[in-house]
Every structure is written in structure tokens, then in C-alpha cells.
């Protein structure tokens, strides 16, 4: 992974509003601009605040208690506790094609690669990913929107971005970023939510079937390498019923009935394997991935 005074040393971090190069004023603790007229913050001296409009941004991250739960090194709740332990222990038998995605591309880039994970943190599915995200969370290493990612035109190797587009107001303009900063034939992997409920960090603005999120990348000058479902129609059923007895039925019975339902759940899940076979599995994927490249 590239670390932050490497980039800013190599000119791949800029200004968010003017695009100027930016370096480091270690006795100020933060990031100027050449012209010197804005500066942006080092949280810890490490961590680059790049935000055009921070305060604003500042209250978006702090709206969702479940974001902020979720990023925190130590459990705020038992839930909390309990969702982490199911992402590590229990598989959503995502397709082999994406679940392999992000380490073909990222596996061949070069060792002095720059490689970006928009939205990422905390965790990080490759040690080359740089995670960019919108709050100083643990385990970010830039804070940006993503938006007006702060990189330099053709600047980035590649990029990973998973489950970030149905969370921003402009998904478009994202994507625009995305092309804008990567270099001439570099690839993004990308996975976004289709058949999935409503969850807020802090909103939800949108899911995308696999044609409208081809439709996304391809209409922003990327092409289209590979596509289709990432995690199955299983999961989308055991999930969606989930969420339908959490959020509607009787608090008495909503305990006892999840409980019952995410065991069935964990019998049935498997079939994912065999119905992520079928040409037609991304009409009910949960999830559907995409491999773009700049032309």
C-alpha cells in the first residue's frame, strides 16, 4: 500500500477544489497548496482531511450511529457484535468470478501501484488497497468524498468500491471521478446492492439492477470487462425475510421468529451455489458485480 507521503511525494494527491498538488507543512500538521491559499488537515499527522465542505460532511458521518458502530475498533452493542461475528464466520457464497475479481486486478498491478478502495474501510480485501473514505474512521488512510476524490488526472492504478454507490446522491458524478483518476487502461472492480432493503449510512438512495450498473460505468466512458451476479438470489430471500420480521412484526415475536428463520437460513444459503450457475440469477441477486476498465 502506497502511504500517504509517498502520494502527496509523487504529486497523486491534490486539492479537491482546484486540483493544485499539495505537500505536506509538518510543522502546521497539515496539507497546503501550492499557491498556498487552502490548507486541509493531518488527523493523528497522518491522516489527510480532504474535504471541500467539511463541516457538512462532518454531520453526514456523524447522522448514522449504525456507520460509526460499524467502523469503531471496540463493540458499541451486542448487535454489533454479532453482525461482525457473522460477516467472519458465516459465507454469503458470493460467484467465484467476483469473489476473484479484486485480486486479478489488484495481484498484477505494479509494486509501486497506487490502488484505491473508494468508500472503504475498516476492513481491506487486499494490502494494496488505500481506504478513502468520508469520516476519519479506523483504518482510513485518506479522508475524501467521493465525489471530488482529491487525485490527480490519470494518478490511480486501480480501484475497489463495494457496496458505496446506493449510499451516494450522485452516483454519476462518482463514477466520473473514478474515470477521471485512473489511468489509461486501469480497472475498477466494483459490487452494488440490487435485491436489498433500505439501510442508511446514513441514507439510501438507489440499487441497481446489473443493467443499470453496466449502464452506469459504460455511460461514463468506462468499458465493460466482465459482469453479472456477485451474491445470489438465496441470500436475497433469506435476507429480505429477515428484515420483513425485524421490522414488522410483534416485538415478542420478532426475537424468537429471526432466530428460527437466520438458523433455517443457514441450510438453505448454500443453494446459492447452484442457482448462481443460471444465466437469469442476477434477477434476484443481492448483489451484482462489474470489472470496468478506463478506455
Not at 453482525?83 to 460467484?95: A, E
Request: aromatic residues 8%; proline residues 6%; charged residues 20%.
Amino acid at each position: 500500500m502506497m502511504d500517504v507521503f509517498t502520494q502527496i511525494e509523487r504529486g497523486k494527491l491534490v486539492c479537491p477544489a482546484t486540483r493544485q498538488r499539495l505537500v505536506a507543512d509538518r510543522q502546521r500538521g497539515c496539507l497546503v497548496t501550492a499557491d498556498g491559499r487552502r490548507s486541509y488537515p493531518l488527523v493523528n499527522g497522518t491522516v489527510p482531511v480532504l474535504l471541500v465542505d467539511p463541516d457538512a460532511t462532518a454531520a453526514y458521518a456523524g447522522e448514522s450511529q449504525k456507520m460509526n458502530d460499524e467502523y469503531a475498533e471496540h463493540f458499541t452493542s451486542l448487535t454489533t457484535w454479532l453482525t461482525k461475528m457473522q460477516q467472519k464466520l458465516i459465507s454469503d457464497y458470493r460467484t467465484k468470478s467476483s469473489a476473484t475479481a479484486p485480486f486479478r486486478v489488484l495481484d498484477r498491478q505494479p509494486a509501486e501501484a497506487l490502488c484505491l478502495s473508494v468508500g472503504g474501510g475498516p476492513s481491506r480485501c487486499h494490502p494494496r488497497l488505500v481506504n478513502v473514505n468520508v469520516g476519519p474512521f479506523p483504518k482510513v488512510e485518506v479522508v475524501a468524498d467521493a465525489h471530488l476524490l482529491p487525485y490527480a488526472d490519470n494518478s490511480v492504478d486501480a480501484i475497489y468500491c463495494e457496496a458505496v454507490l446506493e449510499h451516494l446522491s450522485d452516483p454519476a458524478q462518482a463514477v466520473r471521478e473514478m474515470y477521471r483518476v485512473l489511468k489509461q487502461g486501469g480497472e475498477a472492480v466494483i459490487i452494488t446492492p440490487f435485491m436489498q432493503a433500505y439501510h442508511g449510512y446514513p441514507h439510501h438512495y438507489q440499487n441497481f439492477t446489473l443493467t443499470g450498473h453496466t449502464h452506469l460505468f459504460r455511460s461514463q466512458g468506462f468499458a465493460i470487462l466482465e459482469a453479472g451476479t456477485c451474491v445470489g438470489p438465496m441470500y436475497t430471500l433469506v435476507n429480505l425475510i429477515s428484515k420483513f420480521i425485524k421490522f414488522y412484526s410483534p416485538n415478542l415475536l420478532a426475537l424468537p421468529l429471526l432466530i428460527i428463520w437466520n438458523l433455517l437460513g443457514l441450510f438453505i444459503r448454500p443453494l446459492d451455489l447452484l442457482l448462481n450457475k443460471l444465466e437469469n440469477s442476477h434477477m434476484l441477486a443481492s448483489t451484482t458485480y462489474l470489472v470496468a476498465s478506463k478506455k
